[in-house]
């Protein structure tokens, strides 16, 4: 027989080391569908490897890559220990987005140290304006958010793809739907000239380290723990769970503004309807892989990166299929699933009651 006991409180090793053991059998799995691909398997390893690290070129694009993954991975891992289950990160990122074009485009004439500031702070403004509405619902009439942040992702979608053909259309983009450029006041620079990595990373890295320590040294992240962990209870010790639950999803919203933000005015420069390949999305499985950690979402977002741009890489090198990166993400996060059970419970067999004759 099979017993399952709760853990009292789940040891550090398996704090730490489930994550990697998560990632690490995610890749082995993957070894699977890689056989049937007829690709060798050490060889498949080595050109994602060498897709990554293997020039400074590969290693700039895995970061580049990672840093709009920080910031959704942020706004997950922060909304979830609320326990406020923000499925809209996709849409937060494109209103975010959005509104950095909207102001980033010469409207205002001001310095760099203004504007970029100003068009950063306007993306999180209107990303967390996107989570105001699911989290009144919740609070308000007790909506699903899950129902309710994932809906609304494809109906700003679909706002966006209208403003881009009307109001936000560039004039000079011979028919495309695209919005007018970034002027270079609103341009997050790059890091290493003459490459793709822009200080987008650095903003993701700091709001990461301060995420931490609001989370572990501040009452507000121990109201949020409190919330998360029991909200009856929170609220008999005095926490106002309404306020403290508004608060997050709008920290939640504009983390998620701060990745389209980051992306229109450090990377690509305009807004299009394909600005994300499901950044959002992604993020929530960077925030379950790091254990919901702020600091663990920026190591979680590096190895993503890393399993998409090495699987790039291996598909050109191999003619695989690249969409064995979407594979090996999906298989990190049940295995993050599974080694969560494990690590909250504990399985005893037990040998069978004998019936007596």
């Given at each position: 027989?099979?017993?399952?006991?709760?853990?009292?409180?789940?040891?550090?090793?398996?704090?730490?080391?489930?994550?990697?053991?998560?990632?690490?059998?995610?890749?082995?799995?993957?070894?699977?569908?890689?056989?049937?691909?007829?690709?060798?398997?050490?060889?498949?390893?080595?050109?994602?490897?060498?897709?990554?690290?293997?020039?400074?070129?590969?290693?700039?694009?895995?970061?580049?890559?990672?840093?709009?993954?920080?910031?959704?991975?942020?706004?997950?891992?922060?909304?979830?220990?609320?326990?406020?289950?923000?499925?809209g990160a996709e849409g937060q990122l494109y209103l975010g987005a959005m509104a950095a074009v909207a102001l980033?485009?010469?409207?205002?004439?001001?310095?760099?140290?203004?504007?970029?500031?100003?068009?950063?702070?306007?993306?999180?403004?209107?990303?967390?304006?996107?989570?105001?509405?699911?989290?009144?619902?919740?609070?308000?009439?007790?909506?699903?958010?899950?129902?309710?942040?994932?809906?609304?992702?494809?109906?700003?979608?679909?706002?966006?793809?209208?403003?881009?053909?009307?109001?936000?259309?560039?004039?000079?983009?011979?028919?495309?739907?695209?919005?007018?450029?970034?002027?270079?006041?609103?341009?997050?620079?790059?890091?290493?000239?003459?490459?793709r990595l822009h200080w987008g990373l650095g903003v993701a890295v700091v709001v990461a380290v301060v995420a931490?320590?609001?989370?572990?040294?501040?009452?507000?992240?121990?109201?949020?723990?409190?919330?998360?962990?029991?909200?009856?209870?929170?609220?008999?010790?005095?926490?106002?769970?309404?306020?403290?639950?508004?608060?997050?999803?709008?920290?939640?919203?504009?983390?998620?503004?701060?990745?389209?933000?980051?992306?229109?005015?450090?990377?690509?420069?305009?807004?299009?309807?394909?600005?994300?390949?499901?950044?959002?999305?992604?993020?929530?499985?960077?925030?379950?892989?790091?254990?919901?950690?702020?600091?663990?979402?920026?190591?979680?977002?590096?190895?993503?990166?890393?399993?998409?741009?090495?699987?790039?890489?291996?598909?050109?090198?191999?003619?695989?299929?690249?969409?064995?990166?979407?594979?090996?993400?999906?298989?990190?996060?049940?295995?993050?699933?599974?080694?969560?059970?494990?690590?909250?419970?504990?399985?005893?067999?037990?040998?069978?009651?004998?019936?007596?004759?």
């Amino acid at each position: 027989m099979i017993r399952i006991e709760p853990r009292h409180a789940p040891s550090r090793w398996m704090t730490f080391g489930i994550p990697v053991a998560s990632a690490l059998a995610a890749l082995l799995l993957a070894a699977v569908p890689l056989s049937f691909a007829g690709a060798g398997i050490i060889e498949a390893y080595q050109e994602m490897y060498k897709g990554v690290f293997g020039s400074v070129f590969a290693f700039t694009e895995m970061l580049t890559r990672a840093t709009p993954l920080i910031f959704t991975g942020l706004a997950a891992a922060i909304a979830f220990r609320a326990r406020l289950w923000n499925i809209g990160a996709e849409g937060q990122l494109y209103l975010g987005a959005m509104a950095a074009v909207a102001l980033g485009t010469g409207q205002i004439d001001a310095p760099a140290y203004i504007l970029l500031p100003m068009v950063l702070l306007a993306g999180a403004l209107a990303g967390s304006l996107g989570m105001l509405g699911p989290a009144w619902l919740k609070l308000r009439f007790g909506a699903d958010e899950v129902v309710t942040t994932l809906l609304l992702n494809f109906i700003i979608l679909i706002f966006v793809q209208m403003m881009l053909e009307g109001p936000l259309k560039d004039p000079m983009g011979l028919g495309w739907p695209q919005s007018m450029p970034i002027v270079d006041n609103a341009v997050l620079p790059a890091i290493i000239p003459r490459m793709r990595l822009h200080w987008g990373l650095g903003v993701a890295v700091v709001v990461a380290v301060v995420a931490q320590l609001m989370l572990s040294r501040s009452v507000w992240g121990f109201r949020v723990q409190a919330v998360g962990e029991n909200p009856a209870a929170a609220r008999h010790a005095g926490i106002n769970v309404r306020r403290v639950m508004l608060g997050v999803a709008m920290v939640s919203g504009a983390l998620a503004g701060l990745a389209g933000a980051s992306e229109v005015t450090g990377l690509k420069g305009y807004l299009t309807a394909d600005l994300s390949p499901g950044f959002g999305y992604t993020g929530i499985v960077v925030a379950m892989l790091a254990g919901l950690s702020p600091i663990g979402v920026v190591v979680a977002a590096l190895f993503i990166a890393s399993v998409f741009v090495g699987a790039d890489a291996m598909s050109r090198a191999l003619a695989v299929s690249s969409y064995l990166a979407d594979l090996v993400v999906a298989m990190s996060l049940i295995c993050v699933l599974i080694g969560g059970f494990i690590a909250r419970n504990r399985v005893i067999f037990t040998a069978g009651a004998r019936n007596k004759s």
